[in-house]
Every structure is written in C-alpha cells, then in structure tokens.
C-alpha cells in the first residue's frame, strides 16, 4: 500500500476485555514500531520488530500488552484484560531500518470504559 | 522524567507571522533529533532530521536548529499558513542500544484568518 494502516480506527471495550490492533506496515519496510499516546502527550515507545524478531519491548506496560509480526509484515498488537488506564492512541510505524525515517500509521483509538 | 522538553505548550498565531518553537532534551548519548508535525487524528510526520554535527535544516518553509552543547533545538515556520495548524513533536533518538526514541509532549499551534 502506499501507506501505513491501522485497524480499527476506533475501538471501544468494557473493562477486562482482550482487544487486537492492527498494523499494515509500507511494504518492504524491515523496521515496525508501537507507540501509545495518551490525549495531549508525544507517542511513548512500546517495542520494536526487525522483520519478526521482536527486538525490543521494553516499552510494554505491563504483561498485559503482547505484540507479534510472525511474518515480518503485518503486525498485531495485543492487550488483554483491559484497564481504563489503557485508553489511547495507539500508533504503529514502519521504517526502511532502525535510524530511518519512521512512517506513521493514523492509529487506532482505544476507549475502555 | 521527561527527557525531551517542549515550549510553549501551545501557541496562536495570525496567518503569514512567522513563529518558533522550542526543544530542549537531556538525552545523552545523542544520535539524531527530529521534528514531526502531527495533524488532528493522524499520525505524526516527519520535517526535519539532524544529527549531532548539523546545526541547520531546513524543509521548506520550516527551519530547525540544532545546538548539541546546550542539548536545545528550535523550529522556525515563516508566514505561516492555516495548514500548519498542528502539533509540532520533538522526537530525540539516544545513542545507548535498544530502538526506543524519546517524545516530547508537543507544541499545539494554532493559525487564525
């Protein structure tokens, strides 16, 4: 495509529910991240994929929050048992490599009431 | 604590002023500092790249400098247009291992007929 997607755009979970986000990365792109962002805040680093090997996940929450690319492209992003405090933005991004220009998608916004 | 500082938090200006905006960070070891415009309900975009030997780049009509000694970054947008309504992220890329950038929190301008 020509570029990032994220599915759903919006989503809205009861409390304590498991809910999957969707990344459609540009392809060819090796580099996928997640990013959260809370209302009025800069996106904060969730983890990093290099092609399927999930690099870097030291941005993960909790041990709620699962993410996977077993192919190397798409990616889903994963939290189980919601919690009020996970309402956000969540941003996914693809890049040519690690220190290339990241290319967001338009994020997926998560409600928990 | 934050390690990328933005100001002002949010700004208004008349259309065709020219205005600035301020980034200060305390990441250390640094590798590369960027700026991303971020329109309403899209992902953030990026403007601009510098890296710790470039002072100046500029995009059109964005201008961002870099001075490394004092760990400070500004962007420049002359005559402004009512599309550069937006938020403007500081995104700072550390030299230590792992993938995660730092965001700052944004500068939220608004420009006005």
């Known amino acids: 495509g020509a570029g990032v997607s994220q599915s759903p755009r919006y989503k809205v979970a009861k409390r304590g529910q498991d809910v999957a986000l969707r990344c459609d990365p540009i392809?060819?792109?090796?580099?996928l991240f997640w990013y959260q962002q809370a209302l009025g805040q800069g996106p904060e680093f969730l983890t990093y994929?290099?092609?399927?090997?999930?690099?870097?996940k030291s941005g993960l929450p909790s041990d709620r929050f699962f993410a996977e690319r077993p192919e190397g492209s798409v990616s889903t992003l994963k939290i189980q048992r919601t919690q009020q405090e996970d309402s956000a933005v969540y941003l996914c991004?693809?890049?040519?490599?690690?220190?290339?220009?990241?290319?967001f998608g338009p994020g997926t916004r998560l409600t928990v009431l | 604590k934050n390690q990328v500082e933005q100001s002002p938090q949010s700004l208004i200006i008349l259309e065709g002023k020219n205005c600035t905006l301020q980034?200060?960070?305390?990441?250390?070891?640094?590798?590369?500092l960027r700026w991303y415009k971020q329109d309403t309900g899209r992902g953030p975009v990026s403007l601009t790249i510098?890296?710790?030997?470039?002072n100046t780049k500029s995009n059109g009509r964005y201008t961002a400098t870099l001075d490394a000694d004092t760990k400070q970054s500004s962007l420049h947008i002359t005559a402004s247009q009512l599309s550069d309504s937006a938020s403007y992220i500081c995104?700072?890329?550390?030299?230590?291992?792992?993938?995660?950038?730092?965001f700052g929190a944004g500068t939220r301008l608004f420009v006005k007929a």
């Open positions: 995104v700072v890329r550390g030299h230590t291992g792992g993938f995660k950038t730092i």
């Open positions: 991004a693809s890049s040519l490599g690690g220190e290339d220009t990241q290319y």
């Open positions: 510098m890296t710790f030997s470039e």
């Open positions: 980034c200060n960070y305390t990441v250390s070891p640094f590798s590369n």
């Open positions: 392809s060819g792109h090796v580099s």
């Open positions: 994929f290099q092609n399927e090997a999930q690099l870097d």
